[in-house]
Nanobody
Framework: VQLQASGGGLVQAGGSLRLSCAASGLTFNSYALGWFRQAPGKEREFVAAIKWSVVYYEDSVKGRFSISRDDAKNTIYLQMNSLKSEDTAVYYC?????????WGQGTLVTVSS
């Protein structure tokens, strides 16, 4: 199983980025798919997830971030708008079932104020 995250970078506060995570080696629609992030000196935290068409968001990103999936491409996306300096972190994609839990390699998002 591979989860390949991309799309991170440097953006000014108020700007937008779209992260992508391409999955291979798993039955895509059998997993809850999501994004976590880890800021320097902090623990990894949940950001957003999607299972079938149901979406979940951490409170601080509601209304700013949007998670989506393209089953034909085995890819999930995280559209991040109105970025804040506190969104700076390494973002990891995740695929989770009852018995397995897979992580991508992470992509760095840096928001300058």
């Amino acid at each position: 199983v591979q989860l390949q995250a991309s799309g991170g970078g440097l953006v000014q506060a108020g700007g937008s980025l779209r992260l992508s995570c391409a999955a291979s080696g798993l039955t895509f629609n059998s997993y809850a798919l999501g994004w976590f992030r880890q800021a320097p000196g902090k623990e990894r935290e949940f950001v957003a997830a999607i299972k079938w068409s149901v979406v979940y968001y951490e409170d601080s990103v509601k209304g700013r971030f949007s998670i989506s999936r393209d089953d034909a491409k085995n890819t999930i996306y995280l559209q991040m708008n109105s970025l804040k300096s506190e969104d700076t972190a390494v973002y990891y994609c995740n695929a989770r079932s009852r018995s397995t839990n897979y992580w991508g390699q992470g992509t760095l998002v840096t928001v300058s104020s």
